[in-house]
């Protein structure tokens, strides 16, 4: 589990395609500290398992189901990544719950410039538009953002100085895919009703 506060922009090194799957190598200084064989680092917004951790760099494997449904099959060397540890019980929360579970690939149609803060648009596919409430959570890339905006075919988010100076969202072009993960409270709720 993660907050969506996003703890350092690292970059792709290499993608090793294996059969229907992959192996990434992450150039990361900040999230290699303290992690161990095994634990969890979310890559923009997608919950990994870091192996072969060492000062500057990680790797992780990549399943077909993860290739599929979200952006990392078409990441490329030297692409900046959003990169997060899980939480610990001791974490603040700082965001919202955010699984590392992406529920659907989203587009980047522009951006705004308000001078020291940004309107960022993403485009939703059908699918999740229910799970979407205006000055509700959802995590793009990873990153833990209120909407503040919301039509029935996109959503806006504000952004401030430091989640434009620290996340990929300054890279994205229009017309760039990303990574959209809805608030799980949203998805228990509607199952619990639905079972009633």
Not at 53 to 72: M, N
Not at 161 to 187: A, C, M, Q, R, Y
Request: charged share 25%; net charge negative.
């Amino acid at each position: 589990m993660f907050t969506g506060i996003i703890e350092e922009l690292g970059s792709v090194r290499s993608i090793e395609e294996r059969g229907e799957n992959a192996r990434l190598v992450i150039n990361a200084r900040v999230v290699t500290e303290g992690t161990n064989h095994g634990d969890s680092i979310s890559v923009n917004g997608v919950c990994l398992t870091a192996l072969d951790i060492s000062a500057d760099s990680f790797a992780a494997d990549v399943s077909r189901e993860t290739l599929l449904r979200s952006t990392l099959g078409r990441l490329r060397p030297g692409a900046p990544v959003n990169l997060e540890r899980a939480v610990t019980p001791a974490t603040r929360l700082g965001g919202h719950i955010v699984q590392g579970h992406v529920d659907a690939r989203g587009q980047f149609t522009g951006v705004e410039d308000h001078g020291e803060s940004w309107t960022v648009r993403i485009a939703y596919p059908k699918e999740i538009a229910r799970y979407l409430v205006f000055k509700g959570s959802v995590a793009v890339e990873g990153i833990s953002l209120t909407i503040a905006g919301l039509t029935d075919d996109h959503f806006e988010i504000a952004i401030i100085p430091k989640t434009w100076e620290v996340t990929n969202l300054s890279h994205l072009k229009p017309g760039d895919e990303v990574n959209i993960e809805v608030d799980i409270l949203g998805k228990y709720i509607e199952k619990l009703l639905a079972s009633r």
